[in-house]
């Protein structure tokens, strides 16, 4: 992590095998047709790209040449159980600088185009080889003549055929091209990171629930005026100071991290358990086998504020907060002593966010 992380571009051979068999075709094909799931389909034809919106009918796929196309869907982890376990893997890098799981899916000649991306990513092939060129260079100016954002120039260093399970790490703006040798599957593990823009419209949006200031404006004595239309000085120094009675602290920043850090995107939906355990029989299960949290939960801790979801939890006791916290780093856990987390346990698991076993 030192030496490479948000740094360099790493090659590790034989990373993953596990990658060979997280998903077959034909279910990936089933989840490029379902509404709830973002996928896009790129097409070659010799130097231009096209590119497809998702749902796909399977009917589209039958249409399509026999090279030079790949399939995205984002979010597999969400979806499929082997997708969640490879996250597993990743659990080194915090969970809030992780995005999702993307897979492509490519007939040989097929790939996206060189480009850059703003994330880090882990790229671990899946079956079938896939050549990747890449390298960081200073040109980053784009081809605007194609619908993605493709490299207009593209002289990378790097020069290299990945094999199943083989994985590449890539940090934030190094160039890259993958283009599928054979027809193969390629999973692209994603980070993100926040941009100062949208966190701190969010911390805004966080504070003004928030915001408690005493007091009015008030003019007296105040002179006539012949300019009636302007906003006087005197108004515009109170609001200046005003403004700037505004505060917060560090636990306001760490409450608002981790509720904001923990909301999932707007896309995820949690589905309700199906069948239903009641109350006590869900409590039964999670005493005897302990309880996991669902792929698309996200439980994040930082000092004494802990939230699922977007949703603060309150720990009454430090056993409960430790118990949270080690759920949180790990995603499973036994059950937690005593009965005070039962019925934030119990509603959490009616909305989906968490299961009894481990596995
Ligand atoms: C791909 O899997 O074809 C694209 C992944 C990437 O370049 O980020
Ligand atoms: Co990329």
Known sequence: MQRYWHRGSLLLRSALP????????????????????????????????????????????????????????????????????????FRFVPQARLDDVMVSLAAPGG????????????????????????????????????PLKILRHFSPRNDEILEPGDMLYLPPQVAHDGVAIDRCMTFSIGFRAPQAGEIARGFLEYLTDRIDLPGRFADPGRPSTRHAGQVPQDL????????????????DIARFATEYLSTPKPQVIFDRPEPEL????????????????????????????????????????????????????????????????????????????LLPGKA
């Open 111 to 146: 790939g996206v185009g060189p480009h850059v991306d703003s994330y880090d990513v882990f790229l671990l092939q899946g079956p079938g080889r896939r050549h990747w060129r890449y390298g960081p260079q200073k040109d980053l100016s784009l081809d605007p003549a194609q």
């Open 236 to 251: 515009l120094d109170w609001i200046q100071s005003t403004v700037q009675r505004v505060r917060w602290q560090p636990s």
């Open 18 to 89: 596990d990658a060979q068999s997280v998903i077959d075709e034909p279910a990936l094909l089933r989840l490029a047709g379902r509404d709830d799931v973002e996928s896009r389909l790129i097409v070659r034809e010799g130097l231009h790209y096209t590119l497809e919106q998702g749902p796909f009918a399977l009917a589209r796929f039958r249409r399509l040449p026999a090279r030079d196309w790949t399939l995205l869907v984002q979010g597999l982890d969400h979806h499929v159980p082997a997708a969640a376990r490879l996250l597993e893997h």
């Open 278 to 353: 009641t109350r006590k029989a869900f409590l039964a299960r999670v005493r005897r086998f302990g309880l996991r949290l669902d792929a698309r939960s996200i439980l994040l801790y930082q000092g004494g504020h802990i939230c699922l979801n977007g949703t603060p939890v309150e720990a009454t006791d430090t056993a409960h907060s430790r118990w949270l916290r080690q759920l949180a780093d790990a995603r499973h856990a036994d059950a937690p002593p005593g009965t005070a987390l039962d019925d934030w346990l119990h509603s959490s698991y009616r909305c989906g966010e």
